[in-house]
């Protein structure tokens, strides 16, 4: 069964997203439809109620949210909405730690913490290993969430 799976990451890290975001078995949206970094600065310019429009539209039609984790993650103002919005439709919820992969200058990242609503709700956290272990961890999400 194909998914439709919101990612919500910090869009400094895309370039370690899309690594992960295009499986097979999963339908992804970026995050609110952040695609390039002109809608992300287009949204911005706009103002706050903008960007959460975008990411409720972005949200439309899942049953799953994936955060993905780097160092600040837990300290992002749109990653918080997006996981409370999540929450609040009933998506499914995994965190995947991703700071261990590399970006487009081969480097990688620190660790970052957890967000607390994922624990709390009674979702799971892992580090990504490959897109197999994710479809498992999206699946199982999903069934957490009774979707």
């Known amino acids: 069964m194909a998914r439709r799976v919101f990612?919500?990451?910090?869009?400094k890290y895309v370039w370690k997203v899309n690594q992960i975001r295009n499986m097979a078995n999963i339908i992804g949206n970026s995050a609110a439809g952040f695609q390039d970094a002109s809608l992300w600065e287009a949204a911005k310019k706009k103002g706050d109620r903008t960007i959460k429009t975008m990411i409720d539209n972005?949200?439309?039609n899942t049953s799953?949210?994936?955060?993905?984790?780097t160092y600040g993650t837990s300290?992002?103002?749109?990653i918080n909405y997006e996981i409370d919005q999540s929450l609040a439709k009933g998506n499914g919820l995994v965190a995947i730690q991703i700071n261990h992969?590399?970006?487009q200058n081969g480097k990688t990242g620190s660790l970052g913490a957890i967000p607390s609503q994922i624990e709390?709700?009674?979702?799971?956290?892992?580090?990504?290993t490959n897109k197999e272990d994710l479809a498992y961890c999206i699946e199982e999400?999903?069934?957490l969430a009774g979707r």
């Open 7 to 11: 990612f919500s990451f910090h869009y």
């Open 58 to 60: 972005g949200l439309k």
């Open 64 to 69: 799953v949210t994936v955060v993905c984790v």
């Open 75 to 78: 300290n992002r103002k749109y």
């Open 101 to 103: 992969l590399k970006d």
């Open 120 to 128: 709390a709700n009674g979702f799971k956290a892992y580090k990504y």
């Open 141 to 143: 999400a999903a069934i």
